[in-house]
């Protein structure tokens, strides 16, 4: 079992920057695919980035130069850097992995951007 803890949410004005961060459970950690997912509103839950053990990222284009997943695995911590934040990136975040074929999620934090 994954157990996820995000942190880092909060309110922002556009333009502005946050960075979230994921502390993930279990020692094999450096292994794991880890995903960032959002989602708004009356939205459909949408991944937002990836990055696998080998280092390897994937982005949605609507965050393409804006967001940044790195991970730090001697801390099993998975981060997502937001920069240029916009209304339209406004949702609750999920960290999440998949492990043994089943989904492991976060509690989610709320990032808002507004004036």
């Known amino acids: 079992q994954v157990q996820l803890v995000e942190s880092g949410g909060g309110l922002v004005q556009p333009g502005g920057s946050l960075r979230l961060s994921c502390a993930a459970s279990g020692s094999i950690f450096r292994f794991y695919t880890m995903n960032w997912y959002r989602q708004a509103p009356g939205k459909q839950r949408e991944l937002v980035a990836t990055?696998?053990?080998?280092?390897?990222?994937n982005y949605v284009d609507s965050v393409k130069g804006r967001f940044t997943i790195s991970r730090d695995n001697a801390k099993n911590t998975v981060y997502l850097q937001m920069n240029s934040l916009k209304p339209g990136d406004t949702a609750v975040y999920y960290c999440n992995t998949n492990n043994g074929g089943l989904p492991y999620w976060g509690q989610g934090t709320q990032v808002t951007v507004s004036s």
């Open positions: 990055i696998r053990s080998g280092g390897g990222t």
